[in-house]
């Protein structure tokens, strides 16, 4: 075992070219991201993981489906544009958001060392997702907000080896995760842009 930003496909090695996103790759690296909440140690993030996971496996259905409409987000999305049920392009649309929450908080975390992980990921929450969510939802969301574990217990976990080697050292740890959140920011705004000019998340 190694670090956990070591064991997981980083957002910076997701290739991008001029067809988009590279639809696997991404999928890869969106599980680490639910791996990360494991890291913040609460039950009460269950919900936050299952959607996570879900939306994954709608994105993934559709690839297995149609594998050569679908090497990259964009081409995917608009393979499926015509059809009566656009299951992964919603389930990608919640991803993105999803990730987007999850990203604006660690980035606030990062910008703010002093700032403890609760003020951060609920900051993040009524920016990002808070809109979209009904009273049920967002109090799910309000308790696993409570949840977060203190910032240095979290930033402890980030950098540990589970096999009992070193931990990562601490400017090391920041620039990869500075570098994994600034790729998956990039991703994200591409992403919205894309679903706005194409008007692809009309009808959910």
């Keep these: 075992m190694a670090p956990y930003l070591e064991t997981v496909k980083s957002f910076a090695d997701v290739p991008i070219t001029d067809a988009g ?18 890291l913040l140690g ?4 269950t919900p936050v993981q299952n959607d996570l996971k879900g939306n994954i496996a709608k994105v993934r259905a559709r690839y ?3 594998p050569e409409k679908s090497a990259t987000l964009e081409l995917l999305v608009e393979n499926e544009k015509g059809e009566k049920k656009r299951t992964a392009t919603e389930g990608l649309m919640w991803l993105l958001r999803g990730l987007s929450f999850t990203c604006k ?9 002093s700032e403890e992980l609760s003020t951060a990921f609920s900051k993040s929450y009524e920016a990002t997702l808070k809109k ?11 308790v ?19 096999a009992g080697g070193p931990p990562v050292p601490a400017d090391k740890l920041n620039e990869e995760l500075n570098k994994w959140l600034a790729a998956l920011d990039n991703i994200v705004k591409r992403m919205e842009a894309f679903y706005e000019k194409g008007g692809h998340n009309k009808g959910f």
């Design 144 to 162: 696993a907000m409570k949840a977060c574990p203190y910032r240095a217990d979290f930033y402890s976990k980030l950098a540990a080896d589970p």
């Design 105 to 113: 908080a660690l980035q606030a975390a990062q910008a703010n060392p």
């Design 132 to 142: 979209f969510h009904n009273f049920v939802v967002k109090g799910i969301f309000s």
């Design 64 to 66: 297995d489906a149609a």
């Design 42 to 45: 609460s039950a009460a993030f």
């Design 21 to 38: 996103v590279d639809t696997l790759a991404f999928l890869e690296a969106a599980q680490g991201v639910v791996g990360l909440f494991d």
